[in-house]
C-alpha cells in the first residue's frame, strides 16, 4: 500500500470507529477527563472525625455505604476495613479517582471498595444504607430529590452541613487533635422529613 493511500485508510477507520466500537468509547469516557468541574474544592474529613462519623453511623457488615464526592476515599476504606463492609466511592475529579484507587490498594480493600469517577448528582442511590457526605450546603441541598430513593431506615451523616430544610435525628461535635478544629456530624434517616413535619 502506498504511503497517501495508507494515510486515507486511517482517516477513514478514525471517522468510522464511533459507530463499530461504541463499548470502547463507554469504557473510555469512565476514566476520561471530566466535562464538568467539581462543585466545591476537595479538603478530607481528618481521620479522627471519620472515626466518629463511622461510629454515628449503625453500620452492619452487610450494609452498602457510598461517599458522594469521596475525595481520596479516606472515609469508604476505613468504613470497609472496620466493619468488612462494602463501600461505593464516587468522584468527578480524575486526581481523586487515581488517589482513591491507590487507598484501595494499599489498604487492600479491593473486594469491599468501588472507586466511580460519575457526577454524584446522577447517581442512583437506592443500594445505599449511609450515606456519608462532606458536600457545601447548596450541594446536600440539591441532592434531596434523589435521597428519596433511599430505602427506609437507610442513614445520612453529614460534615458540618446540614442538608437545608430537612430535619435531622441528631447533631454530634468533635474537637478533631489532627486539625485542631471543631466539627459537627449531622445524623438524618431516611424517610427524609421537613423541619414543619417533624
Ligand atoms: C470536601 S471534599 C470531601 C472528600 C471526602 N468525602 C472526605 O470527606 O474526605 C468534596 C469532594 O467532592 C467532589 N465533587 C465535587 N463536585 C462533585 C460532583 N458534582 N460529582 C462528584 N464529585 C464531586 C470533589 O472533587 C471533592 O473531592
Wanted: proline residues 5%.
Amino acid at each position: 500500500m502506498c504511503r497517501t493511500t495508507a494515510i486515507v485508510v486511517a482517516a477513514l477507520s478514525l471517522l468510522l470507529l464511533p459507530a463499530v466500537s461504541p463499548a470502547l468509547y463507554a469504557a473510555d469516557a469512565h476514566t476520561a477527563e471530566p466535562d464538568k468541574t467539581p462543585d466545591c474544592v476537595y479538603v478530607g474529613t481528618p481521620y479522627d472525625v471519620i472515626d466518629k462519623m463511622l461510629d454515628v453511623a449503625d453500620i452492619k457488615q452487610d450494609n452498602v455505604v457510598y461517599d458522594l464526592g469521596c475525595g481520596d476515599g479516606r472515609i469508604i476504606v476505613a468504613a470497609a476495613k472496620r466493619f468488612g463492609c462494602h463501600g461505593v466511592g464516587y468522584d468527578i475529579d480524575p486526581q481523586r479517582i487515581r488517589e482513591s484507587l491507590e487507598n484501595v490498594r494499599k489498604e487492600r480493600v479491593e473486594k469491599l471498595v468501588e472507586i466511580k469517577q460519575e457526577d454524584i448528582f446522577t447517581v442512583d442511590l437506592s443500594r445505599a444504607n449511609v450515606l456519608m457526605l462532606y458536600l457545601l450546603p447548596e450541594m446536600n441541598a440539591r441532592l434531596i430529590p434523589q435521597f428519596k430513593q433511599l430505602k427506609p431506615g437507610s442513614q445520612i451523616v453529614t460534615h458540618n452541613y446540614t442538608i437545608e430544610g430537612i430535619a435531622y435525628e441528631k447533631s454530634f461535635s468533635v474537637k478533631s487533635l489532627e486539625d485542631g478544629d471543631k466539627h459537627t456530624l449531622f445524623l438524618y434517616v431516611a424517610p427524609l422529613k421537613t423541619e414543619e413535619e417533624k
